[in-house]
């Protein structure tokens, strides 16, 4: 079968997808009998369009767009992300945007468009699992069509899929781990004598912090996928700004290293838990983790998520140097997993689409 | 729907999942239609029975079987356990009889007869996998029918799920991982002081090795693990016998423990990595882990697993102290993954079973 994308938004990621489709495109057919073939594309800078016979990723990527022409065979589309969204002759939305960790928008906005207009939605943006999950698997449901969004955690590494198809019958009872990487690298430098200016210069330098480091060291991020994961994993309706969120940034960061005992380490850790009155509650923090400890012995970017569990006790993921193309490979994941049916509320058989077809 | 199960073996394994199994019992129905009955049970102390209506697993729990009565409402079954595996009136076989390295049987005879009369298999039991995996997947194929195994590698940590349902299309490189928990328990006693013997000792009284330890301080228990991953993760076609066993045994713990440089930790490691010729290679060896490496901090029984791919770089999974609820709720997963339709070569629609219905 074809499954025709709408790629919205394509930075490194959606290159990365690009990429990992053209790559994989005998896998897919063999393994699946599936074809992925791309419909529209949009960013911001560089504008959108459509191409209702579908492209492959390899026309797309020969085009040179976002960079350069726009895909040969497609024409140009004017609308904003929503309208992309609502019109695309696709029958999923990847979206790929940038966060807005405080409202989630305007990507709640382009997934609501999709889900409502027939389309099932892969996404590695975490603001509308963040701000609007209930909502928006209500939508999904309400359409037959699946939403996923396995990379707004760890990138590609399975932990909603985990849950899903591995752990059945299993109750999370709660979750720790490190899973800003940012300020742990800049924990790191400081830990071996640097300053916190210094590491946060060599986490730009390493291309992992972004320009204002606030939004990391403060703990921002880690609350954002503390939100996502409880909400998904432990049933709970949790907003950012109901994480926990205590001793963290730069200042807080020189004063725990300080009073560092000798062979712990220091570790922007979220962990959630349910209460005895039944609801959850998530934090990230500051923690000195002492050597036994397997998460004080990541290296660099690695990041880590313990599952505590009712079945399996405790369950631990790590995952080695993450990046773009395993963000890239959890979007391909949950693609695939729509078109296996194994994803709950799809309906088989492809949408016609808003424009032709 | 029902799923009429047949026990084969019922020793702390098949209790722990009889336990599960009723507490799951209103999950299972609700989340996934699904009623658990038993047909039949075999232990080779305790004879056989079978129960064409179907016992609940509460039922069959009440009885004191398999060190009480036949559960009521049950009739003897007096033939071994290929005619149990052939004739009993279940749609899967759960086949938990205890592993006989060197030649998987008699298991391989169980899961053949089962397969070969058009049931579903799950077992827990590492032999049939490693000595006779293809055949007995192209005998599943076949008859249209499922065989899991999620329980023979590191209890029901989702391993073979997980490469199954959420790593598509991605090749697995190589592994490494320290498997053989008994004797890591026994090289961490040593590492604090203890002699070989007294480490021995320790685990046994721990519950965790087997009155002749040769066969986990001897690298044979993680051989026929490395053997089961690297025939169903890589495509390889190995025997136990194939896999390099280096440096192993009292012996050469007594050396390795003592020339150990400081911080250094001494695991059983397995490994598994592609030649350059495309052939598997396999191996288990004592090795000084560094203190960046996150295997060496774990606690007594934790064990752990590292895949590198092709599309996630490197991946880790540590399961927490295992048991035998662990190992029960990985049988539990398969039975779950083989109703849901998720498992390959599924025939839909119960078959009719050999005695009745």
């Known amino acids: 079968m074809e499954l025709r994308l709408a790629l919205l938004g394509c930075g490194n990621v959606g290159h990365a997808l690009l990429e990992m489709v053209t790559e994989k495109e005998h896998d897919l057919l063999r393994r699946f009998d599936l074809r992925l073939s791309f419909t529209g594309g949009l960013t911001r800078s560089a504008g959108g369009w459509v191409a209702p016979e579908g492209l492959t990723a390899r026309q797309v990527l020969s085009s040179g767009w976002p960079l350069g022409e726009l895909p040969t065979g497609s024409v140009p589309f004017a609308g904003d992300g929503v309208a992309f969204a609502a019109a695309c002759p696709a029958d999923a939305l990847v979206e790929l945007t940038s966060l807005r960790p405080q409202t989630g928008e305007p990507a709640i906005s382009h997934v609501r468009a999709a889900l409502a207009s027939g389309r099932h939605v892969v996404t590695a943006n975490k603001g509308p699992i ?102 998904v994993l432990m049933d709970a309706d949790l907003r950012p700004a109901d994480v926990k969120r205590l001793k963290l940034g730069a200042q807080a960061m020189r004063t725990a290293v300080a009073a560092l005992k000798p062979r712990a380490t220091l570790k922007q850790m979220v962990e959630a838990t349910r209460g005895a009155d039944g609801h959850v509650e998530a934090s990230v923090r500051l923690v000195p983790l002492p050597p036994g400890d397997a998460f004080a012995h990541l290296a660099g970017m690695e990041t880590g998520l313990r599952l505590r569990t009712d079945t399996m006790g405790e369950l631990t993921l790590i995952e080695g140097e993450g990046g773009p193309g395993q963000t890239a490979f959890g979007v391909l994941t949950d693609l695939i997993t729509i078109v296996r049916g194994l994803a709950p509320s799809v309906r088989r058989g492809p949408p016609s689409g808003g424009l032709g077809r």
């Open 130 to 231: 963040a701000h609007a999950y209930r909502d928006l698997r209500e939508l999904a449901a309400e359409h037959g069509v699946s939403l996923r969004f396995e990379s707004t955690v760890l990138d590609g590494t399975p932990i909603f899929n985990l849950a899903d198809f591995t752990l059945p019958v299993t109750r999370i009872l709660g979750f720790r781990g490190p899973l800003n990487s940012t300020s742990n690298f800049v924990l790191s430098q400081m830990m071996a004598g640097a300053s916190v200016e210094d590491g946060v210069t060599a986490a730009q330098r390493a291309g992992v912090a972004e320009a204002d480091p606030s939004y990391d060291l403060d703990g921002w991020d880690a609350s954002v996928k503390a939100v996502v994961l409880a909400n």
